[in-house]
């Protein structure tokens, strides 16, 4: 029951009622599986290429860069640095005072290592008086961990990941996100020499990091030798989405509604505020050391050139429907490029007569297009590339959750599990149409493709609902392009171990 107070509240974070009762009703009805024929691979769907179609659309991008164009790298970067940390906030609220799990040990035998560890020092000697060593001597374990993750020290477990310091080169250390920058100049710089960044933040961080980008963004302006336009936004209040009780009505604090934040998916709305034609997409803790950049580069810029070369394709295609000349031969090229490149399917149209065709042909060129660099399954947790079935039964490449997938159905099973590739977020974007006019993007989210959990608030129960994720449901309807990457290109940092991994270590 929504009452008047309740559409007020509504009302002031710019949500439609008509939004509020479709979330309802997901929650009582739940979200559908999404059918699956195969899980992707090189054998369909993903593309291996060649040393000399690699140079092809490394040369399609460098070529694209001297044009008059916008690029964006776009980086997610709300999160907070805390599930990074929850080994050692363990360690805090442990009745012992030693290292005692493999990972405190490790954490510990490694903490000389950590970028972090000269400000953490400081830090250390300041508040207690001890340098780490001293600490680590007189087994003061717990302060060193308290001086890294609370207030009375450096606060990593609540700062935001994109400003944990990551790694240590001779003249310094660098955050995620100024590693970030660092990536920007050397695969999207256009021939102006500028560099567009931005990062989607929390408000709570937004002050971190325009003085982190107000002391730093000159020092790597000068070292790279192009000029910055670094931009922040903040997840919209209206993505939020409503929190909802055990019998699917809207959960109540203080008679007040309880709204959370939708999940990575209400991104969608950051990115179609973007006047940009070209969007590299990547998450913040994904970065290396300078040393190993250079096949992130290379690979980067393959991806990239393999989207504007089939933009180009798909762009004379559509400006050759308008101009009304092709032949019948022509429909049929365009027909196996939709089904054998982009790898869609569409039982129906040997049904479908010429002008029934063209349309069809149209409406699925004429969507925005997006490059996904995908890598050898390595048991790393993650989404993957799968051959699904749409609304409109035809068959395109998606990427898809296991939450997406019936497991319990013994075939959808086997197709999941002979997954070869899985999603280390890694995408490039076309964003406007043959015209050059925009995309409106949430117009090509499929909205049965959210998620529904169970979390708790104040000691109560409630089922929290995300949006369909930005590279899962929120990019449905896109035309997609899925192009094998090597792992070497995939090193996140999902705990502060992680740091200590050789892929994160000797920043020169």
Known sequence: MITQSDLQQIREKKITPKRIEEQLEAFRKGFPYLPIVASASVEKGIQLFSEGEQKTYLDAWEAYLQQDRVIVKFVPASGAASRMFKDLFEFLSAEYTVPTTSFEQVFFDGIHKFAFYELLNRHCAHN?????????????????????????????????????????????VRTAMEEHWVEGALYACNKARQVNLHFTISEEHAMFFAVLADIKEEDYAQKFGVHYEIDFSLQKSSTDTLAADAGNEPFREAGRLVFRPGGHGALIENLNDLSADVVFIKNIDNVVPDRLKPLTVRYKKLIAGVLVAYQKQIFDYLHLIDAGTYTHEQLLEM??????????????????????????????????????????????????????????NTVSLQILESSQIDLKNPEMKTLFEKGTHFNPVDLVCALKNYKGEKFHLPGYVDKNTGFISSKSKNGKELKALELPGLWNGAMSDWNTVFVEVPIETFNPVKTVNDLLRPQHQEGD
């Open 128 to 172: 207690e008086g001890k340098t780490i060593d001293e600490l680590l001597a007189s087994g003061q374990y717990k302060a060193i961990v308290e001086n890294l993750l609370l207030k009375k020290g450096m606060n990593y477990g609540q700062m935001a990941k994109g400003l944990i310091q990551f790694h240590t080169y001779s003249d310094g």
């Open 335 to 392: 027909l196996y490029f939709l089904q054998n490149e982009l790898c869609i399917k569409n039982p129906n149209t040997k049904n479908l007569e010429d002008v029934e065709l063209v349309l069809y042909i149209k409406s699925k060129l004429n969507r925005p297009l997006r490059v996904c660099g995908m890598v050898r399954n390595a048991g790393e947790p993650g989404g993957g590339p799968f051959l699904a079935v749409n609304p409109d």
